[in-house]
T-cell receptor, first 109, second 114 residues
Framework: GENVEQHPSTLSVQEGDSAVIKCTYSDSASNYFPWYKQELGKRPQLIIDIRSNVGEKKDQRIAVTLNKTAKHFSLHITETQPEDSAVYFCAASSYKLSFGAGTTVTVRA | DTAVSQTPKYLVTQMGNDKSIKCEQNLGHDTMYWYKQDSKKFLKIMFSYNNKELIINETVPNRFSPKSPDKAHLNLHINSLELGDSAVYFC?????????????FGPGTRLTVT
């Protein structure tokens, strides 16, 4: 089955700086790579996703890159703000979503 | 106008009891899921139904039994609750067809077994 590894497990950044989270996956059949944000006590919510036919996707301050050959994908958040503080999960999907272990991001004001 | 709803939000019960969690989605989606999020925040799929048919059944104890009376509802019944069942259980839904597609999560049910 799919195995998704996510690093780092915690990330503390100064407000305004960038944050980068990296994930690797094992199943070459995976073709969909979403990123979810989960605030404390809330549900996971999709912030951006990318499919295997695309190498990069951007939405305002958030971007995701995918390297299918190396089986890794990354989330980039620029100009971080305090409201970006949350747990971020990467996931990979062929027939089911397999999640990474999560990254707790803290943005220091 | 809630897209995916779950009841109850909190559930505190004793070991050995049987309990149910209900989930409903009003998005018109064909596929619904149950996830378990443990104390370390790890999210793991348990079951998935597509148009009332079970399509994913991970290695979950037989004490857990999902039921989908129609494609808008997916309930989870748990027999003989154990301490290790304490977790947050999330229901989710997505479009059917030749996806995969974005999954929309419910608010979660925090189950505490004492």
């Amino acid at each position: 089955g799919e195995n998704v590894e996510q690093h780092p497990s915690t990330l503390s950044v100064q407000e305004g700086d960038s944050a980068v989270i990296k994930c690797t996956y094992s199943d070459s059949a995976s073709n969909y790579f979403p990123w979810y944000k989960q605030e404390l006590g809330k549900r996971p919510q999709l912030i951006i996703d990318i499919r295997s036919n695309v190498g990069e996707k951007k939405d305002q301050r958030i971007a995701v890159t995918l390297n299918k050959t190396a089986k890794h994908f990354s989330l980039h958040i620029t100009e971080t703000q305090p409201e970006d503080s949350a747990v971020y999960f990467c996931a990979a999907s062929s027939y089911k979503l397999s999640f990474g272990a999560g990254t707790t991001v803290t943005v220091r004001a | 106008d809630t897209a995916v709803s779950q009841t109850p939000k909190y559930l505190v019960t004793q070991m050995g009891n049987d309990k149910s969690i209900k989930c409903e989605q009003n998005l018109g989606h064909d596929t619904m899921y149950w996830y378990k999020q443990d104390s370390k925040k790890f999210l793991k799929i348990m079951f998935s139904y597509n148009n009332k048919e079970l399509i994913i059944n991970e290695t979950v104890p037989n004490r857990f039994s999902p039921k989908s009376p129609d494609k808008a509802h997916l309930n989870l019944h748990i027999n003989s609750l154990e301490l290790g069942d304490s977790a947050v259980y999330f229901c989710a839904s997505s479009q059917g067809g030749s996806g995969p597609y974005e999954q929309y999560f419910g608010p979660g049910t925090r189950l505490t077994v004492t």
